[in-house]
């Protein structure tokens, strides 16, 4: 699918991953949807850029998003489900309390419920372009995580959210391709988001000397660049991608 003068959705645009990946759509010339919980004036950029207010765990808050994406561009050609959260916690902890299971729906309610809400909604507007030369009418690709394989102590939720996402990638793209959609996922491994906020150097170093090629954290513009890649590349359909410099975390 070409990006220029094509639409794309992107959730979690305020920052990290949906960040970047809102501006390198934008330089590629695309008309872009940005929305998250908060929105910063500022990054109303360009004529070519819609950012708006949305909850991905509200259907009223999508469906409003939505309409405002189609009364400004007319329509949709693509979604790219960045928003998230990380919960981390011990499912019993050494003082004896236990997790705490609104803190797991939670979690489970924004990165998997909220991802496939976003699909489930955003599916027909999809369906309704004209198909290109290869058939194509949209296309979708989720956040997914390294947590979904190889999940640390303390990421009982994060890796099932992760995970589910996982699950949903070839079941969608299979009941998807008859109308034309692709869906993909990708899985960030260690990368310099908000979400590594709460990790100190030591164990940031630590991660970076455990990546063995490049030996860094993974920066938002890597991930912005695959999202382009796997819009432009229509073979790419039903997968996971890892994007962990060969990182795979060790109990």
């Known amino acids: 699918m070409e990006i220029a003068k094509h639409t794309f959705f992107v959730t979690g645009a305020n920052s990290g991953l949906g960040k970047a ?44 998003a939505l309409t405002k994406a ?6 949709i050609h693509g979604l790219i489900n960045c928003a998230g959260i990380l919960v981390a916690e011990r499912i019993l902890k050494k003082d004896g309390t236990l997790f705490c299971l609104e803190n797991f729906r939670r979690c489970l309610d924004v990165n998997l419920v909220g991802t496939f809400n976003m699909i489930r909604l955003v599916t027909t507007l999809l369906s309704r372009n004209t198909p290109n030369s290869n058939g194509e009418c949209g296309i979708i690709i ?10 640390q102590v303390g990421q009982v939720a994060y890796a099932a959210s992760k995970a589910g996402i996982n699950g949903m990638t070839l079941p969608l793209s299979r009941e998807l391709a008859d109308f034309g959609i692709r869906v993909m996922a990708i899985a960030p491994g260690i990368f310099s988001t908000p979400l590594l906020a709460g990790v100190n150097i030591t164990q940031s170093k630590n991660l970076e000397q455990q990546t063995p090629f490049p030996r860094r954290l993974g920066q938002p513009s890597d991930y912005a660049v695959l999202v382009q890649h796997i819009i ?13 410099g060969a990182l795979r975390l060790t109990f």
Do not use: C, W, Y
């Open 21 to 64: 990946t809102t501006r390198h759509l934008i330089k590629l010339n695309a008309n872009v949807v940005g929305a998250d919980l908060i929105i910063d004036e500022a990054q109303q950029i360009a004529p070519e850029s819609l950012f708006i207010h949305m909850d991905v765990t509200n259907v009223e808050s999508i469906e409003a």
């Open 70 to 75: 189609i009364k400004r561009f007319g329509t």
């Open 142 to 151: 989720n956040t997914s995580s390294i947590a979904a394989f190889e999940g």
């Open 232 to 244: 432009e590349n229509p073979m790419l359909n039903g997968e996971v991608i890892r994007l962990d």
